[in-house]
């Protein structure tokens, strides 16, 4: 395992490969990481990880500098899991003092679930994404269905305008159905029974969506109930189509979407 510190060694090291699987990451390493990891090990003669904690995509300071950071325990675990080839750690300059990407604009459709209530951020991975999709040139890229409106958007764009292919993974759960987060770290084991118990209802609710004559309505109750169950604050519980995110009222070929801080916390999922 390599590791690149600067896009000249970066560079020059992945110029004689031409079929490159990237795992772009924030750190935090989890096993939700290694399944998109084990993905690109699978299909791709090579795989590069990128551990790059974004200011740009960050819309609250708070959030940007609380943000879990552990460099070398990250790379204890990338180095035991085995057939990571690069491991790509730039700094700022790295990324932004390169390459000048074209202003990146989400239009007014997509401003929805995360993109309304955080302003500026996909604007920022998008920014992120294209710079990095131009320095790597992967085959293909993996990233989590977790962070579903976000593949979507990355998905349309890069391969609008890369030869590269975006392939979507699927969620990985600790035992308790509660999404694996690098944002996990910041709870304590209370915290992280109560996420979990946010999960398990989400599904049941789920299941019972269908008799439902106002699904709208349905769910505005259950936000409202959940609120109180577990002293959360939802930012939206919503149910949309899979492909198109218009809101949906019927459960086939859609999701059920949820945003909600628990102690400060942001956390965001979908079923
Ligand atoms: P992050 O480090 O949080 O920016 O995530 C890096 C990549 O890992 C993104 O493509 C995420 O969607 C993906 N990811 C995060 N959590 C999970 C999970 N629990 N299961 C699968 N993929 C995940």
Known sequence: ????????TLIHKLRPFNDVGFVPTMGGIHEGHISLINRSKKVCKKTIVSIFINPKQ?????????????????????KKIKGVNFVFIPKFK???????????????????LCAK??????????????RLT??????????????????????????KKYKTKVIGCKTIRDKNKLALSSRNYLFN???????????KKIFALKKSINNQKNI??????????????????????????????????????????????????????NF
């Open 189 to 199: 084991t209370n915290d992280l029974i109560i996420a979990g118990k946010v999960s």
């Open 58 to 78: 960050f819309n609250n300071k708070k959030d940007f500098i609380s943000y879990p950071a552990n460099i070398k325990k990250d790379l204890s675990i990338l």
């Open 117 to 130: 209530y955080r302003k500026g951020h996909f604007e920022g991975v998008l920014d992120v994404m294209d």
């Open 94 to 112: 790295d990324i932004y003092d390169s390459y000048k990407p074209s202003k990146i604009k989400i239009n007014r459709k997509s401003k929805i």
């Open 216 to 269: 709208t309505k349905f769910l505005l109750n259950e936000k409202n109930k959940l609120q109180k169950m577990f002293n959360i604050n939802i930012e939206y519980l919503e149910l949309r189509d899979k492909k198109t995110l218009l809101i949906s009222k019927k459960i086939s070929k859609s999701k059920i979407f949820i945003s909600y801080y628990l102690n400060d916390v942001r956390l965001i999922d």
């Open 1 to 8: 395992m390599k590791i690149l510190l600067n896009n000249q």
């Open 134 to 159: 131009n320095l790597i040139k992967p085959s293909k890229i993996f990233m989590g269905k977790k962070d579903y409106q976000q593949l979507l958007l990355v998905k349309n764009f890069v391969e």
